[in-house]
């Protein structure tokens, strides 16, 4: 028989227990939406189990949010083993993910084979310094970069460089040009048709007008954006500033007319109005612009580059097509891997700026 | 086989670079006590050469893997280049300061058929490295149509003249036979368009308003990218193509298409790539021209010496894919002085790819008259020239006056020998009838040449529309 006084301190330490619990909810809670952000998800049920939820239900998200992508991505590499020996190509069979992965460390490999290289090099240089310095000719000393193959990891730096290039130069143009477009019928009516002809257009028919206005205009190159790099980054940025103006446009347009009532009646300037009102309700849009136009500009690179022979990705597998030995299928493979996945990086990163952003990231 | 090429062969292509790499860092290592310690006083020493992905690529590679260019003080990018017309472009517009060409290339630009700009060579590549292949199907159709040796295997040189019941039959089922080649004015357009004529096909007139090259044609020539070539005939677009090697040979590997002739068989010995740069980086920088020629010749030199003893480690070093990036022994096939053309059926052709022997490195004028005579005798130079012409334009664009300086200045360091350098001809070799058809060529007559060709423009005679005319 407990007294009243037990059984409220019982209850007592059990509502202290159910306070602390709730708040360590609480916390993963907030923290799952920054983790579902960077496409960690399947923590929060793991963490809501050592938390002391039910384990039954969060399972059951568990499953939902890990085995079955996992389950997937297993079902497609067994159906990759089994079905690529079974493609002849003129090239041997397509590359099943065993030979896949060792050449992606084969490319790791030549990437060190090719630093030990460039460390010869430069003791050959020494060398040749110190002989010149002992013959008295100083004048003759020099220092030099090593000027080797370009390894698998410069080529991927080379295109992330570009197509950030490329889309920032997108973005500088299409975002006010949209905003522009949003606030004032007349401005919209007049680009409205360029927008609705240019915007079908392949990146490769602007390659060939784009190289050749860059190579007779674009004389005293600067060290980090070389003449290809240019060339490369405008034409991402002629095909992926289209879905930045459109929606841009739309998201301008369609701001809460109450909104727009109350800046008139506050008077406030055009500036204001677009930095107060406009850009706060159009962000949402403007994002999943900027989302979409990354996208676009990844894909637009890599063809962009395996057409003009512009250094980076898409040259890498041009080369291993030209190159035609028994191992360019897999690097070929590796590198559209590559390129999925750097493209998948990169969406997360514009996800995670527009929920940083903006108070809406429903997408 | 070495036994240093059976391990390679054992392992995969990338630790093959390791490999590869640290013995060319041991030879390098070995190398770079340089023999002068004099350098020439150069104006520019980064320099940016571009290359087509084919073996003839070869004495570039050397130069740079081996240290030639740094011996000489230049520090070299070596650039593959996705054609030939951007590469030509590339050396135009400066992107490039110099390039592995072909032969074809500085003629055209320094008369203007195509891009006009004046572009000089001070160093001929090689000789030979070419081949015919035609597709299995055309193969199985010309089979009937050509001799047997007493081995039941077909007897060489094979004459274009069992193509004419091939195209004949293309001709009846309305398909029109088609076949690839990478240049207009590359050598492998001239040697196609001279084997298709010298067993009566017609390959077709060039006019100034036409430039296809396919008036009055039998067989319809165009162009392809080299490495693109096997990819190609696969696809059925063309039945039969002209290239350098690695590209013949990977279709016997890939079992798509049969080499028919190698350009040995059809003119032995002759010119085929060279290196071009500008006059005009040629006049403004006359030691850094030098110092390149003479980085080359070493590399040339290498490449021949003791009797092509080195020619396995080159094809290790062109394996490596940035430079022609095929499998080794695909290269290895031609480089090491065989030739496949059917499966089975190898032949000794020692000679196939020439770079150093037979003076093949000097520029002569003889080389490039009988180009221009090519130009000429299919349309690309659409009027009749004075002999007088092809000896000045060959005087323009080949300088065996910078070869020969560079050849000094080696012989006096030491690095090669006297007697590998013809110093006193006069730029033309003697004449040759050493051709398929056994005409004879003496590079000092052109136009008598040009009469003497079956199929062909000679004399005066123009295309005009579809026609040719005499004036």
Redesign the interface.
Known sequence: MTTASEFDAATDDAAVREAKKEARFAAITKAGGYLNILGLGWLVPILKIAAGDSPKYQMRELWQLLVVPLIGIGLFLAAWATLAPQVQT??GAIPGPAQVW?EAV??H??Y???K??AA??Y???E??NA?LIA?G?ED?V?E?QY???ATYYDQIFTSLWTVTVGFLLATVIAVPLGIASGLSRTVNGAINPLIQIFKPVSPLAWLPIVTMVV?ATYINVVEPLP?SLVISAITVTLCSLWPTLINTALGVSSVDKDLMNVGRVLQLPTWKTVTKLVLPSALPLIFTGLRLSLGVGWMVLIAAEML??NPGLGKFV???????????LAKIIVAVLTIGIIGFLLDRVMYALQAAFTFSSQR | MSPLNLAWQAT????R??AF??L??AS??AL???AQ?E?LDLEI??LTFGFI?LTDMAPLAVAYEL?YF?DE?L???LE???NWK?LLDGVI?G?LQGAHMLAGQPLAATIGYGTEAHIITPFSMDLNGNGITVSNEVWDLMRPHIPSMDDGRPQHPISAEALLPVIEQFRDEGRPFNMGMVFPVSTHNYELRYWLAAGGVHPGYYSPEDVTGQIQADAFLSVTPP??M??TL?AGTIYGYAVGEPWNQ?AVF???GVPVITDYQLWKNNPEKVFGITAEFAEENPNTTLAITKALIRAAQWLDENDNANREEAVAML????Y????EE?IAASMTGTFEFEKGDVREIPDFNVFFRYYATYPYYSDAVWYLTQMRRWGQIAEQMPDSWYDEVARSVYRPDIYLEAARMLVDEGLVSEEDFPWDTDGYREPTDEFIDGITYDGRQPNAYLEALPIGLRDDERVVGADVVTN
């Open positions: 003129s090239l060792d084969g490319l490999e030549s060190l084979a090719q030990e290289r010869a090099f003791e050959r240089q060398a040749r002989e013959a000719r003759r020099r030099r000027t080797g193959q190579s003449k003009s022979q041009w080369d291993e097509f030209q190159n035609g030995s028994s191992s360019s | 995969r292509s990338t630790s670079a390791v790499a640290s060319i860092g390098a290592i770079t006590a340089p310690a350098f020493e980064d992905k240290g740094e003080g520090f070299v990018t593959a280049q996705a951007v517009d992107r490495p693109q096997p990819a696969e990977q890939r079992g798509i394996s490596m894919p940035q022609v990036g095929a499998d695909v």
